[in-house]
């Protein structure tokens, strides 16, 4: 896929995730836990992407990222698209979780759905990465000791970092969610989790 269409893609679908959980939750259609563990998602997804952005600036080093082709947009926009990615990609494995595990979910812990998210963190980091290293867009460098290589595709690393970020994230986020869903006062009863039933 050329470069320039890949980045197309991704601001497509990092905006246009947040346009979708916007638009649902101003009809009525996403319940307000929805809506507030979309924005955690964002939150975390923020304590790497501001990190990755920042240093991987011209002005900044060492870089994190070498940019195989230059973004057609400013850092900040696509800083702001992938936060929303992330918010994204959590809320998708809340909805695998949902799909493939026995009801209720997230009322209390439980190594199947912990092991669901954190599978679905490793496989969806995976994907970002080697399908920007399909299309030249970025690639992590090899010269940090805290993000060694993986393997090597294309002559380029696919980082082990991320994936320990994936991994950590995913843990973090279920286990905030499934202490929310435990509080006093919460209401047990369990819910689509991306849009009310009529």
Not at 13 to 37: K, Q, S, T
Not at 62 to 91: K, M, N, R, S
Not at 135 to 156: I, Q
Not at 162 to 179: G, N, S
Request: glycine share 10%; charged share 10%; aromatic share 16%.
């Amino acid at each position: 896929m050329p470069a320039l269409l890949y980045y197309g893609l991704d601001l497509s679908i990092g905006y246009g995730v947040f346009v979708a959980v916007l638009v649902l939750h101003r009809l009525d259609r996403l319940p307000e836990r929805v809506w507030g563990w979309f924005w955690l998602g964002c939150a975390i997804g923020l304590l790497w992407e501001i990190p990755i952005f920042v240093f991987s600036a011209e002005p900044f080093g060492p870089a994190t990222i070498q940019w195989l082709e230059p973004l057609p947009l400013p850092y900040p926009v696509f800083l702001l698209c992938h936060t929303f990615w992330d918010g994204g990609l959590f809320l998708a494995g809340i909805a695998l979780v949902h799909l493939i595990g026995p009801r209720p979910v997230f009322e209390r812990f439980s190594w199947r759905e912990l092991g669901v998210f954190v599978l679905w963190g490793q496989l969806s980091e995976l994907g970002v990465e080697t399908s920007s290293i399909a299309s030249g867009c970025w690639v992590y460098l090899d010269t940090h000791a805290w993000n060694p290589p993986l393997f090597y595709m294309k002559g380029s690393p696919v980082p082990l970092g991320m994936q320990v970020v994936w991994f950590v994230a995913p843990v973090v986020f279920y286990f905030v969610v499934v202490q929310a869903r435990g509080a006093p006062g919460r209401s047990s009863r369990p819910t689509l989790p991306i849009a009310r039933s009529t």
